[in-house]
């Protein structure tokens, strides 16, 4: 599954952005559909999941300011992100998680939050 990685940019501390993820095919039948991020000279760490069940998860630094959601129809998977802090800066990443156990990755898309 390709992913392409959209959304990210310059923003001010308490702003907000949504980032999309699209996929090459159909995520309908995707086991894990989420984020992960970067910030610099960091570690990537996972932010938030949606799974096929419907169930979402979030790191506890971004519960309540950032939701994670999907759109079979256009095989895209969104993270709002509201209420943004200077330590949101990364580099996002999404990820499918298929069903047979292979991770697929996007490319990635800058978010910079400007305090």
């Known amino acids: 599954v390709q992913l392409q990685a959209s959304g990210g940019g310059l923003v001010q501390a308490g702003g907000s952005l949504r980032l999309s993820c699209a996929a090459s095919r159909s995520i309908s039948s995707i086991n894990e559909m989420g984020w992960y991020r970067q910030p610099p000279g960091k570690q990537r760490d996972f932010v938030a999941v949606s799974t096929s069940g419907g169930s979402t998860k979030y790191v506890d630094s971004v519960k309540g300011r950032f939701t994670i959601s999907r759109d079979n129809a256009k095989n895209t998977a969104y993270l709002q992100m509201n209420s943004l802090k200077a330590e949101d800066t990364a580099i996002y990443y999404c990820?499918?998680?298929?069903?047979?156990?292979?991770?697929?990755w996007g490319q990635g898309t800058q978010v910079t939050v400007s305090s």
């Open positions: 990820y499918v998680l298929r069903l047979n156990g292979y991770t697929d």
